[in-house]
């Protein structure tokens, strides 16, 4: 089943990319960038545009996008990158839980090495050789701790049929944290004895922006990889809201914008601002519904696997019939209750989320840095793309977790004692008597 | 011999930390009259700092041993006064005067961030015995109950709040050094807040978790000082120029040495060895568990005639402070080289003056700190699996979920055997 996906969606996506690139051809010079978006087909286009040249805003004389000369130049720069972005995703999304995953690994790789990059001075760094391999080593320390703690359970369901992987995994588990610590305290130790005199002060800012990128990537990292175990439903909705809010708020803005919204970023318009919350907060009641009625997308992957899921849906997708008043055309719809969690959701993501790409702005003009990288042909790097999709997943989560989840965290914490620290023989035993006394309590009330 | 007594007053408050393996105190003249040699058993002024070093260890100890003669909650309340002056004299650190001026108010978006991390960590920790402590008032229970639920969200919207706060009071020209603060301000409150949270977690599961780690940094840093002050000779690191190899592998032997000894003489306690539920503060009673449970071993046959004793009681215990021991000399001095790493990276002598002849309060925890996260991760990866039993988990079942969650977990539990069962079959 999953080799019949894989054939037909690489027959897609390689049709669609010979149309597209014969097409395109004319309007774009550089090809070769083509190949990486692909895989990065995660992130979406920024609301406003931070990278036309200043020497066409002093051709202008104004900041404004509607009266920009070049602008559809630029759009259609933005566009074509857009395209591609988007259909790589959906492919990804198309493929399952786990090729998300990766790519958000890969994501997260190609953040990590613009950000590391960004404040490294060349002249110190020539005499510090190897101190660059420390921060991949930190890097790799922080994914095995953060994914492994995710992914322990999914990982233990995926092994109960082998009784060695089942005791090697159980052992992994087991000193997972143990590990994870002693892999650091080397890198802090390594870190230590590399000390170099007179470059005690460039070094220990190099530590501290290692730790301070890797929290942010990890953070939100981690948050996405739950929610899409949880159910591709709450990656892809709060994904898309982003997306869509770039995107409307750029158009509102390119045909409206009129005022400026932040002295920040001084080509974001209150017109598209305000265009561009409307719209998410529809499209999130819209898409809700959309979206909740595919199982590939709702249903939770319990274990590691690949192939399609079937489950029961959770009450939160079962449609409940709403009476309209009678102006409206039909007298009925058809309302699922997570559509009212999706506005929660829209309303973040029209009001909160822009603040990523305002803190991301600002902190590109604290350091005099354009863009964070050139991975993307008209919207700079990586990390310019997920700025607000960070916000964004790391609120998913946390409201997934508050109001979505039905279980306590008691239950889950008995589950994992049970699992990670007793036998077989031991979880029986246990097993007969919560049994024993669920009998007891069932004849007591009989 | 002090002149400053009114700083005793907060030695006593801060009682938890300890003296310092080498002195990086003493002025830089002293250092010049001497000639070329920093090593500490050729400097003349080193009786005098000695005692006044002595003088503040003396009372700084005093003071821990009261508040844990107190309990846990007044140990936890020590640990939150600690954190505070730390992050005050962190937070003051690398502030420039002159931008601070044209930025008003934008100090106090530090204490919010602390503020919040305070209750996102303490939150999570003290939840379970939170709820333990009010079962028996309905009322507030349920209050407990919701709270708990709803914590996560409060503290992430405490923390936007604070992120949406920064980037609307962002002043043009300043912005480099406002992102700075920020940075810094989260690095700090990361260090502070992972090692407390770590070890308060460590005192609600038993004094001695706590107690044990924080004396072997006390008698390693003692030891060290000592080694070092009669036998020192060739230095250690550059970056501590006051340490000598004496020093350190004495301090290594003694610090073993006394892990052993130490666990005995603390696992006879149940005050330090029983885990606290709630958040009481009565006495406590408690089944010591296996690993607090005398064996007695019979001492080899070669050893003479006149010992005194031909078998000795061991606690299982003891070995685990075999492996503390060695962290706590071998690894945890790196936090003490982290820091002075960093405070010549930025030319800071001492990062704070609470403490006469220590300099503040983050001097002397920089080794407890590695140690504390240490101790965490050993006893829940070493300990905590070797004490659970059926019996354990059945009484937290019974105890703690209602009968569907009950429910949900034989269900659960039920899978999970089902399909080990047919993979094994």
Request: glycine share 6%; hydrophobic share 50%.
């Amino acid at each position: 089943m999953v080799f019949s996906r894989v054939f037909t969606a690489n027959l897609l996506l390689t049709s669609t990319q010979i149309i597209l690139s014969r097409l395109t051809r004319v309007m774009i010079k550089d090809n070769e960038s083509t190949v990486p978006i692909m895989h990065s087909g995660h992130v979406r286009r920024r609301k406003g545009s931070n990278e036309v040249p200043s020497d066409v805003d002093q051709a202008t004389g104004t900041k404004l996008l509607a009266k920009d000369q070049n602008k559809y130049k630029s759009m259609l720069v933005r566009a074509y990158s857009t395209i591609w972005m988007i259909g790589g995703f959906i492919f990804v999304v198309y493929m399952g839980h786990l090729y998300i995953w990766a790519m958000i690994v890969i994501i997260q790789i190609f953040m990590a090495k613009e950000l590391f990059n960004l404040l490294i001075k060349a002249h110190e760094e020539k005499q510090l050789p190897g101190f660059r391999l420390l921060n991949w080593h930190i890097f790799f320390t922080a994914m095995l701790f953060v994914y492994g703690r995710i992914l322990s359970q999914r990982l233990v369901n995926t092994v109960t049929t082998d009784k060695f992987w089942y005791k090697l995994v159980g052992n992994l588990i087991k000193y997972h944290m143990v590990t994870c610590y002693f892999l650091y305290i080397t890198g802090f130790v390594w870190f230590i004895l590399s000390l170099k005199k007179k470059m005690y002060k460039y070094q220990f800012g190099q530590y501290a922006w290692t730790h301070m990128i890797l929290i942010v990537v990890f953070t939100q990292s981690s948050f996405t990889v739950a929610n899409i175990f949880e159910g591709i439903f709450w990656f892809l909705l709060p994904a898309s809201l982003i997306v869509i809010n770039d995107i409307a708020a750029y158009i509102f803005g390119f045909f409206f914008g009129k005022t400026p919204l932040i002295k920040l970023s001084p080509k974001k318009t209150w017109e598209g601002f305000i265009g561009a919350s409307v719209t998410t907060i529809i499209s999130a009641f819209v898409l809700a519904n959309f979206f909740g009625r595919f199982q590939w997308l709702t249903c939770p992957r319990k274990d590691l696997s690949t192939g399609w899921l079937q489950c029961d849906p959770d009450p939160l997708f079962k449609p409940e019939n709403f009476t309209l008043p009678e102006w409206f055309p039909w007298t009925e719809i058809q309302i699922l209750p997570v559509q009212w969690h999706a506005l929660g959701l829209g309303l973040f993501a029209s009001i909160i989320a822009p603040f990523g790409g305002f803190f991301a702005s600002g902190f590109k003009r604290a350091f005099n840095i354009k863009d964070f990288g050139d991975s993307i042909p008209g919207h700079g790097g990586m990390t310019d793309r997920m700025d607000c999709q960070m916000v964004m997943a790391v609120f998913a989560y946390i409201y997934h977790q508050s109001f979505i989840v039905a279980q306590s965290v008691s239950l889950g914490m008995i589950l994992d004692q049970i699992i990670m620290n007793l036998s077989y023989e031991e979880q029986r035993e246990l097993y007969s008597k919560l049994g024993q006394i669920i009998k007891d309590r069932q004849f007591g009330e009989s």
